[in-house]
């Protein structure tokens, strides 16, 4: 079983990205588990969502520990481990991050920057940056196709489809070494 954290703030897209990522991985024939906890309802506090990801139906109902891999909507929550956590051994961090250094202690695992902020304003979408982070999350792991991706975020988008489309493309294309973004 594949178990993924997403950290953000209210207002970033944490938990509808959780939902589009368990979408993509759906399309793909696998079985998802993806929920989201919370504190207070308002825009800018801590947000954590869980996936699940396997081959058979998942069971189990517990929040995730030590994920395999995590997001991170916004790099100033690395700055407290106890909210980001440990990676799984031979794990990937995705972080929406410019270049400069990370907040927090040295981190395990690959870490994977993007600069989901500058990616999000250029297509319009503002402070959600979830669907660029999707997008490097899959190309940097190569753990869901782009065109599920794609397919899921146009479906799962609330709002400004084809601008989220386009950023998760763009995320997708800077994680995987494709293209240079925010430089």
């Avoid at 897209?13 to 979408?23: F, K, N, S, T, Y």
């Avoid at 991706?149 to 479906?155: I, T």
């Amino acid at each position: 079983m594949l178990e993924i954290r997403i950290h953000g703030r209210g207002g970033q897209g944490a938990q509808v990205g959780c939902q589009i990522l368990a979408e993509a991985f759906f399309r793909a024939g696998l079985w998802v588990q993806a929920f989201a906890a919370y504190g207070g309802e308002r825009r800018g506090a801590p947000v954590t969502a869980f996936l699940r990801i396997d081959d058979r139906p998942i069971r189990i109902r517990c929040d995730i520990e030590q994920p395999h891999h995590a997001l991170v909507l916004d790099r100033t929550l690395l700055a407290e481990p106890a909210l980001t956590g440990p990676l799984r051994p031979g794990g990937v961090l995705v972080v929406n991050s410019p270049e400069g250094p990370l907040p927090g202690p040295p981190r395990a695992g690959r870490v994977v920057r993007v600069d989901a902020t500058a990616i999000a304003q250029a297509h319009g979408l503002g402070a959600i940056v979830a669907t660029a982070v999707l997008g490097a999350f899959a190309g940097a792991t190569g753990l869901v196709a782009l065109e599920d991706l794609r397919a899921a975020v146009e479906q799962g988008s609330p709002a400004r489809r084809r601008e989220n489309v386009e950023a998760c493309a763009e995320g997708y294309l800077a994680a995987a070494g494709l293209a240079r973004v925010g430089a």
